[in-house]
Every structure is written in C-alpha cells, then in structure tokens.
C-alpha cells in the first residue's frame, strides 16, 4: 500500500491498494474511491459484551470500523483543518492515537482501544480513550491544527494540555492531573487540567483542542 | 524571554525561558510545558489594575478581560496557543513604547511589560432598537507599554501600515487588530444600501490619523 498526503489546510490522505490489500477506518471518513474498492466491516469485539458497551455506549465510539479492499484508491478526510502523518510500524511496534484522530490503517495493523483516566475532579477532566495500534504495517492519523514532535529520553517528563495529546508510544505513559495556578486554596480552585508524558518514546502534540474544534468526520 | 513563532495552519508560540524568568498568559492558553516551569497566578491588582477598573470593563459589555493572568517561571520551554488559525507575530517593545491590542489577541508578555485594559473606543448605534434604544459598542484593547516582548495572534494575515503625522487611513471597526498610542481614532458612519425591512443602516468604520503604527488582520 502507498498512502500520500494531499492538500495542507484540510488535507486528505490517498491510499493506492494492491489487488487484495486491506485497510480500515471509522466510518464516515471516505472522500472518494476507485469504484474498484471493496467494501466490508471490522468488528469490535474486544473485551466481550461489557467491553463494547463500554466503548460505544459510555464512550462514544463506534461498534464497527470500515473496510476497503484493492485493488483501486481510495481517500479519506476527518474535514477539518490540520496536518495529516503517515507512519510505519514495525512489527510489534505500539503506539497509541487520540480517539477520532485516526485517518486509516492497513489490515495488518492490530486495533485495540483504552482509556486514560481523568483526575476524576467534579466537574472537570473525566478521561478519554486512545486507539492501540500494533504493528507491522502503516497508518496515518491527523491531528488538530499543527503536529509538533518531541522525543523524550527515559524518565524524561513533560506536561501538556489536555486536549493535545493527539499520538504516543506505547511506552510513553500518561498521567491526568490537576495543576495548581499558583498556591492556596485558590490556587486550587482555579488549577487547570494538564496531563503529564514520561518517557521513553516519542509524542505528538496538536496546537487546536479538540474540544473547542469539535468537527471531524463521525468524532 | 525568547519568543518563537511555530508557523502553520494553527501557529503556536514556543517561549524559552531563562532561570527565574517569567512570562504572563491568560489562563487556558497552555499548549505544553517542561516539567520544571512553574506556575502562579498573577492578579491584575498585582499589575496595578484595580479591581473597580475590571468591574467598570466588565459592566460595560463584553470585555473579556481576567482577574489573574497565569505566570510560568523558568528555566525552560512553554509554548502557548489560542487554538484559532491566523498569524502570531513576537513584538520586541522598547522602552516607554506602547501598542493597543483589541482584545482576545494577547498570547502571553514578558514580567517587564506594563499591561493596562482599556476602551479603545466606543459609539452609540444610530438606530434605535425596537425598545427605542440605541446600544452602546465598546471596543475594548490591552495596553502594553515596554520594555519587553509580546506576542498576539490576529485572525487571518496582518497587515502593517506606518502612518506620518497627519496621515490618515480608514479600517472596519473589526478591521482593527492594533494601534500604537500615539494615534487619533474616530467613529464614522458610511451609509449602506437600503435594506429592504429595515432601511438605510450606517456602516462604523474607524478613521485613524498617525503617526504612528497601525496593524490591520484579514479575518473577523
């Protein structure tokens, strides 16, 4: 599979598939498409029942992603503004995607979800989910806005925004927290949500929250 | 403090600080910082704003301005964002010299800037509403005088013109992204084409007379 980047505003990313050559995406992400694409379901069924219902229903994602099978193009567009990456995992390389940032990936890519914990304050952070994705194979995922890279040594640490986080190493942990602004108690009261990223791996940060930029295909 | 601008399609700002160095944001700007920046909150008091100043901003309409700002002390990197598109431009501010940046603009600013919120100006519509009102607009603006650096982001391009004494130019009320103090501003009036149930409604524009620096953006 080759996968190129179109366009810089709201850019798109054309995949050209092999005869028999699968990759996935949520759906609602195709622009457009060879006539000669294929066109199935992946289904999510980790974690059994409850983990499903977890994900779809507390969670927002959705039940099935889609696939398309070659030979033919096909593009796809989270249509909204921000910088596409395209990324080769080796084989069992990990790394995880903010949800509703992943554009594709080809079928050789395992898919898996979890969530990060917020810091559970009343009427503040409650978490978000992240896509797992195990290689071998390529993806690409687009962010909000600008991707700014950094790669931290081990125990290396560094406190971003909330929304962000938009894709990390596996090996990056991430830690919801409450940072104060300034002491007392109303230093506390008015503490603003950040996440602190330890590596060792690499992280990519957005410069739009998504919260505020919410369009983005079916996120 | 160093200031850059990291360009694209929703620029951020990378500012690097020097031990005990300080930089002033409005809350909620963040993007990311080194673990070891620290962070305060600065009150306007301690700026020399008073409370009764933001209380009369506040109750004039929609004036954005914060009781506090958020400090970040170095050593290290912090980099901000507005999570808008448009140009982010790092202004180096000499000493005594001051800009007028409408508000909601500001990125963040070195400890040694004197900041001010004002009303840069302000005009009564020339219609009455349907309570026979006529509504006041205010334009409100941060006052940065040097020395020191600034960084503000525009929507859209930014335009910039250097106006002679006496010279004059004119800009949509939006229009106006930034002026230095030493400039006039008036309110006119351009009548518009008639509109079919309302009538004639006059366009305010901005008439501004130099010298001095006036920045314009693209975007509203």
């Not at chain 1, 990060?116 to 009343?122: H, K, L």
């Amino acid at each position: 599979m080759q996968v190129e980047v179109k366009g810089e505003f709201i850019p798109i990313a054309l995949a050209t598939l092999a005869p028999g050559e699968q990759i996935y995406c949520e759906g609602g992400l195709m622009v457009y498409s060879d006539p000669s694409i294929g066109f199935g379901y992946k289904w999510l069924t980790q974690g059994g029942v409850f983990g499903t219902l977890k994900r779809t229903l507390v969670g927002g994602l959705p039940f099935q992603l889609h696939e398309y099978t070659g030979p033919g193009y096909v593009a796809f567009s989270r249509f909204r503004p921000g910088e596409t990456r395209v990324i080769v995992l080796e084989d069992g390389k990990a790394v995880d995607v903010a949800e509703h940032s992943l554009l594709l990936a080809t079928n050789t890519v395992r898919y898996d979800t979890f969530y990060v914990q917020g810091t559970g304050r009343i009427g503040r952070m409650i978490g978000f989910w992240m896509d797992r994705l195990t290689g071998p194979g390529t993806f690409a995922f687009q962010g909000h806005g600008n991707i700014l890279k950094f790669t931290l040594a081990a125990g290396e640490a560094m406190d971003v925004d909330h929304g962000a986080l938009v894709m990390k190493d596996a090996a990056v942990t991430v830690k919801a927290f409450n940072q104060p602004l300034g002491g007392g108690v109303v230093g506390h009261a008015l503490s603003f949500e950040a996440l602190r990223v330890e590596g060792p791996g690499d992280v990519y940060l957005q410069t739009l929250d998504p919260s505020k930029h919410p369009a983005g295909g079916p996120g | 403090m160093e200031a850059d601008s990291v360009g694209g399609i929703a620029p951020a700002v990378l500012v690097t600080l020097r031990h005990g160095e300080k930089v002033l944001a409005a809350h909620g700007l963040m993007l990311y910082k080194e673990h070891q920046v620290q962070v305060h909150r600065r009150t306007m008091k301690s700026l020399g704003v008073s409370r009764t100043h933001l209380m009369g901003m506040h109750a004039l309409g929609d004036s954005e301005e914060s009781y506090f700002f958020a400090e970040f002390e170095g050593p290290g990197h912090v980099s901000f964002s507005r999570d808008k598109g448009g140009e982010v431009r790092v202004l180096q501010l000499a000493p005594g010299q001051t800009i007028r940046l409408r508000d909601g603009h500001l990125i963040c600013f070195d400890e040694s800037v004197r900041y001010y919120p004002m009303v840069l100006a302000q005009y009564q519509s020339p219609v009455p509403d349907a309570n026979g009102q006529r509504a006041t607009t205010y334009l409100f603006a941060d006052e940065l005088t040097g020395p020191g650096t600034i960084v503000y982001q525009s929507y859209g391009n930014i335009l910039s013109f250097n106006l002679q004494p006496g010279e004059a130019m004119r800009t949509s009320v939006a229009g106006l992204l930034a002026c230095a103090n030493t400039v006039g501003l008036r309110i006119d009036w351009l009548a518009s084409p008639a509109m079919a149930s309302t009538g004639p409604v006059p366009l305010p524009v901005l008439d501004i007379t130099g010298p001095g620096m006036v920045l314009v953006h693209s975007g509203t």
